[in-house]
């Protein structure tokens, strides 16, 4: 008695401390609806440690034996389902203690059915027990299994140009555009990082039609770069150089479903600047509200360039010419059960710039693995845990001869 008693009474802390904490705090309907069901397994396997008394000493309750079954049935199927949660996690405590809950679980099963237990109606009861083990079977598997690879929503990032504007001495010309984040998903995403980049391009025009072996080299461009230029008869077309670079919304913050973030940015050139036309990108790293809480604020880290607190990857970048500048913030996860079992995350941005354009690169990851760049498996389980999306739009490219010619 006393060893099951032992058993029951620790699942009953454990799954009200969780499930408490999951019904208050979860990010999703689901988790809250786990919480609420670790709450009713608490009860269950609080009831059955009082009835496990009753059973073994006074028998006052003709039923108690049957209570104390269905306490113990109970917690041996939410401690089963709980090793499964941990095994992923990273604490080896938590997970040797829901292997100890699940056999002293099982023992305690076994144990109170030995004592002929009285059971009135036992298809019933069995049918019961079959459904309620189905539905937190159910619970689990959207919760963990369904709900990270369900459809993903994408906002939009949205990019107009208006019409370029001289200076009164017609040297100087600029460009307004603007940069729109439309989120019609039906979840809020944390915006981690922005980047706006306009490129400098040389387009010279062949005074003949150029040779297919030419065509060729350009497609063969195509498979070690990242700009794509189109197969022309008579465009030559030049590596883009940055023109300008900016974040157009500030780190940290939000946007919740079905609202829309607009910004207007300026880009002004000399009017006899070198380029035959001007390319403009903006990207957005954002990550889903529903799949991790960051705690704020994204706090400035370090300069690529200083070298302190840089990892290794982002030294030998700055050595090929692309600096960052590093943010970081603590993010927590999702759920009680992780966010216990799991060691702390934090989200590190790294927001980069050369003379070949700009970037945003966000990483979730232990503290001090930083450095270490997730191979592919790991990047796509981090996608599917922490919602993280990168957007992009671009490249909106618009020639500079009419501009040229008003002078």
Do not use: C
Not at 88 to 115: E, H, Q
């Amino acid at each position: 008695m006393a060893a099951i008693l032992l058993v029951l009474l620790t699942t009953t802390l454990v799954m009200g401390w969780f499930g408490l904490e999951d019904f208050v705090h979860a990010l999703t309907f689901p988790g809250r609806i786990t919480g609420a069901v670790l709450i009713a397994v608490a009860f269950t396997a609080f009831l059955g440690a009082a009835a496990v008394v009753d059973h073994w000493l006074w028998r006052s309750f003709p039923y108690s034996g049957m209570v104390a079954l269905i306490g113990a049935f109970a917690a041996l199927l939410t401690n089963a389902l709980l090793v499964v949660e941990t095994a992923r996690g990273d604490s080896r405590a938590y997970l040797a203690l829901f292997v100890a809950l699940t056999a002293g679980s099982a023992w305690a099963v076994f144990a109170v059915w030995r004592t002929a237990v009285r059971i009135p109606a036992p298809k019933r009861v069995a049918a019961a027990l079959v459904v309620s083990s189905a539905i937190a079977i159910a619970n689990f598997g959207y919760q963990n299994l369904y709900q990270p690879y369900q459809r993903e929503t994408r906002p939009l990032i949205g990019l107009s140009l208006g019409n370029p504007v001289l200076s009164r001495d017609r040297t100087e010309f600029s460009v307004p555009v603007d940069i729109t984040l439309e989120n019609h998903g039906d979840v809020g995403f944390y915006v981690l990082g922005t980047e706006f980049h306009a490129m400098g391009e040389r387009v010279p025009l062949s005074r003949k039609d150029r040779l297919r072996t030419q065509w060729r080299t350009d497609a063969e461009k195509w498979s070690t770069s990242q700009e794509v230029n189109p197969l022309s008869r008579r465009e030559i077309h030049q590596p883009g150089e940055l023109v300008e670079a900016r974040p157009w919304m500030p780190y940290g913050q939000w946007i919740e479903s079905s609202d829309t973030f607009a910004t207007r940015v300026v880009v002004q050139l000399p009017i006899d600047t070198p380029y035959d036309q001007l390319a403009f990108y903006a990207t957005a790293s954002l990550a889903r509200k529903d799949r991790l809480g960051l705690e704020p604020p994204l706090e400035f880290k370090a300069y690529s360039w200083s070298g302190k607190n840089v990892p290794g990857w982002v030294k030998e970048q700055q050595k090929q010419g692309l600096d960052s500048i590093i943010y970081r913030a603590r993010v927590h996860e999702n759920n009680a059960i992780d966010e216990r079992t799991r060691d702390p995350r934090y989200v590190t941005v790294y927001w980069r710039f050369g003379t070949h354009g700009a970037s945003v690169a966000t990483i979730v990851a232990r503290n001090g693995d930083e450095g270490r760049i997730p191979t592919a498996a790991e990047g796509r389980e981090l996608v599917s845990r922490y919602g993280l999306v990168d957007i992009l739009r671009g490249p909106i490219e618009r020639s500079l001869w009419d501009i040229k010619s008003r002078v």
